[in-house]
């Protein structure tokens, strides 16, 4: 079930993550030319419907049949999302999610139907006039059909929310929220459930706390400092550096380690969570867009006019709760990091048995730094790496960053963190796997970097 979840979550997030830049752009017409903007204008304005009815949703949905078959499969599921909008009232961005992918499938199984059956010459005429029967198709069910259902779900999903927030409970969602996030299930959660709500909210209201629900870079913070106080070893001395990343960068991801170091600490996560939104819920807080990354800097250009106060307020409040449990927790029940000293020297030894001799530099021409999305945690990793390879004096080593599941299949070595570890494995069974826990002071880059210069 774990899994099914975690699959389901990774492609939503997929289909979001790489257009955030697009929703970003919306947003910030929408905060300096609607009516109640920095910069009203009505003529400019005029973008701001066509952009969330029509621009995300077929950016969601080229990218979801992309992801199954090419760019064959994106224009096909363009085409079947189309129909997913006009048989709707609402943005389509569930419905998307979904016919995206069926044209991508659908052209992908009738690719491999006629494969190595097209007469040679016809090879062109075929593949148009099949994308275009079968995306023509399926633009017609998705108007009559997945179009009207993918509605009735986006309503039942936010009458569900409604009622949290109705019934003054939406701070209960961090209970479910924070341990998710842990999990690695951040970017589906934040972009598979909160973008669809929260940007429909944002179209009504002008702002959504929906979107500072799992992007509150506060409860995190409050965490890490508390680390950085009370922690022990290795973990004191790197949180600091954690800290600035998380808040200043907003990769969440780098303080997932420090939670499952000491499990407990999800408890003060969930309080600085459930903290941080009641008081956005109390003070009428919200983004006017999706913050990604998750950092104070994305926070506050995304905050409309007249809910500063109310934004801050949310992050430092998340922030100071889970500091507070934090430091009590560590000094009650806090562990020192020698356990984890000991996981990753038996991982590094397992992985050695596992794999045998690491391979000359020589012989590797790739490196591929891998997270999640793709985006985040994987481009300071691969940026770190890279630099310890130039002060190794190692040259002609290509070091790149990757969505897990998106593993190119030249790659000669694949970094990750831990609990990615088995995913990295499936995309490239291939490339040696170096598995980390921390992202900044993992012992395992300069190993890496030994076993490179032989």
Same mark, same amino acid.
């Given at each position: 079930?774990?899994?099914?979840?975690?699959?389901?979550?990774?492609?939503? *997030?997929?289909?979001?993550?790489?257009?955030?830049?697009?929703?970003?752009?919306?947003?910030?017409?929408?905060?300096?030319?609607?009516?109640?903007?920095?910069?009203?204008?009505?003529?400019?304005?005029?973008?701001?419907?066509?952009?969330?009815?029509?621009?995300?949703?077929?950016?969601?949905?080229?990218?979801?049949?992309?992801?199954?078959?090419?760019?064959?499969?994106?224009? &096909? /599921?363009?085409?079947?999302?189309?129909?997913?909008?006009?048989?709707?009232?609402?943005?389509? @961005?569930?419905?998307?999610?979904?016919?995206?992918?069926? /044209?991508?499938?659908?052209?992908?199984?009738?690719?491999?139907?006629? =494969?190595?059956?097209?007469?040679?010459?016809?090879?062109?005429?075929?593949?148009?006039?099949?994308?275009?029967?079968?995306?023509?198709?399926?633009?017609?069910?998705?108007?009559?059909?997945?179009?009207?259902?993918? #509605?009735?779900?986006?309503?039942?999903?936010?009458?569900?929310?409604?009622?949290? &927030?109705?019934?003054?409970?939406?701070?209960?969602?961090?209970?479910?929220? #924070?341990?998710?996030?842990?999990?690695?299930?951040?970017?589906?959660?934040?972009?598979?459930?909160?973008?669809?709500?929260?940007?429909?909210? *944002?179209?009504?209201?002008?702002?959504?706390?929906? @979107?500072?629900?799992?992007?509150?870079?506060?409860?995190?913070?409050?965490?890490?400092?508390?680390?950085?106080?009370?922690?022990?070893?290795?973990?004191?001395? *790197?949180?600091?550096?954690?800290?600035?990343?998380?808040?200043?960068?907003?990769?969440?991801?780098?303080?997932?380690?420090?939670?499952?170091?000491?499990?407990?600490?999800?408890?003060?996560?969930?309080?600085?969570? @459930?903290?941080?939104?009641?008081?956005?819920?109390?003070?009428?807080?919200?983004?006017?867009?999706?913050?990604?990354?998750?950092?104070?800097?994305?926070?506050?250009?995304?905050?409309?006019?007249?809910?500063?106060?109310?934004?801050?307020?949310?992050? $430092?409040?998340?922030?100071?709760?889970? @500091? $507070?449990?934090?430091? &009590?927790?560590?000094?009650?029940?806090?562990?020192?990091?020698? =356990?984890?000293?000991?996981?990753?020297?038996?991982?590094?030894?397992?992985?050695?048995?596992?794999? /045998?001799?690491?391979?000359?530099?020589?012989?590797?021409?790739?490196?591929?730094?891998?997270?999640?999305?793709?985006?985040?945690?994987?481009?300071?990793?691969?940026?770190?790496?890279?630099?310890?390879?130039?002060?190794?004096? $190692?040259?002609?080593?290509?070091?790149?960053?990757?969505?897990? *599941?998106?593993?190119?299949? =030249?790659? !000669?070595?694949?970094?990750?963190?831990?609990?990615?570890?088995?995913?990295? &494995?499936?995309?490239?069974?291939?490339?040696?796997?170096?598995?980390?826990?921390?992202?900044?002071?993992?012992?395992?880059? !300069?190993?890496?970097?030994? =076993?490179?210069?032989?």
């Amino acid at each position: 079930m774990k899994q099914t979840v975690q699959k389901v979550g990774r492609a939503l *997030s997929a289909m979001v993550m790489p257009n955030l830049g697009a929703f970003i752009a919306w947003g910030l017409i929408t905060a300096l030319f609607i009516p109640t903007g920095w910069l009203p204008n009505e003529k400019l304005a005029n973008m701001v419907g066509p952009m969330l009815s029509y621009l995300l949703p077929l950016l969601i949905g080229y990218t979801g049949g992309k992801m199954v078959n090419g760019v064959r499969g994106g224009v &096909v /599921g363009a085409i079947a999302t189309i129909g997913v909008i006009m048989g709707a009232s609402i943005p389509m @961005f569930l419905g998307a999610m979904v016919a995206g992918p069926l /044209g991508g499938w659908c052209v992908k199984k009738f690719d491999e139907a006629i =494969d190595g059956k097209i007469p040679a010459g016809f090879e062109m005429l075929i593949n148009n006039f099949s994308a275009g029967i079968i995306g023509a198709i399926l633009s017609i069910i998705c108007y009559l059909g997945i179009g009207p259902l993918a #509605e009735s779900a986006t309503n039942v999903l936010g009458a569900g929310v409604g009622w949290l &927030v109705n019934h003054k409970m939406l701070p209960f969602a961090s209970i479910l929220v #924070e341990p998710a996030k842990v999990l690695f299930l951040n970017n589906a959660i934040n972009h598979g459930v909160f973008t669809p709500l929260g940007t429909q909210q *944002s179209l009504e209201f002008g702002r959504s706390i929906y @979107f500072m629900i799992e992007s509150n870079p506060g409860p995190g913070l409050g965490l890490l400092l508390a680390y950085s106080f009370v922690g022990k070893g290795n973990a004191k001395s *790197s949180a600091p550096g954690a800290a600035v990343i998380h808040f200043l960068g907003g990769i969440h991801e780098i303080y997932f380690p420090y939670v499952l170091m000491n499990p407990i600490l999800i408890l003060a996560m969930m309080g600085g969570g @459930f903290c941080g939104v009641l008081t956005l819920s109390v003070l009428g807080g919200g983004l006017i867009a999706p913050a990604s990354p998750g950092s104070i800097f994305a926070e506050l250009m995304m905050t409309p006019r007249g809910a500063y106060f109310a934004n801050c307020a949310g992050i $430092l409040v998340g922030g100071v709760v889970s @500091f $507070l449990l934090s430091t &009590v927790l560590l000094k009650i029940a806090g562990k020192d990091n020698a =356990d984890l000293e000991a996981a990753q020297a038996s991982t590094r030894a397992m992985k050695a048995e596992s794999k /045998g001799a690491a391979a000359p530099a020589a012989s590797v021409k790739k490196i591929v730094f891998a997270c999640d999305a793709g985006m985040g945690s994987s481009a300071m990793g691969a940026t770190k790496l890279r630099k310890k390879l130039q002060a190794a004096g $190692l040259s002609g080593i290509t070091v790149v960053h990757s969505p897990v *599941s998106e593993v190119p299949a =030249d790659a !000669d070595i694949i970094v990750c963190h831990r609990e990615l570890q088995g995913r990295a &494995v499936e995309a490239n069974s291939k490339a040696r796997v170096v598995a980390i826990t921390d992202f900044l002071s993992a012992p395992e880059y !300069d190993t890496l970097i030994q =076993d490179l210069k032989g």
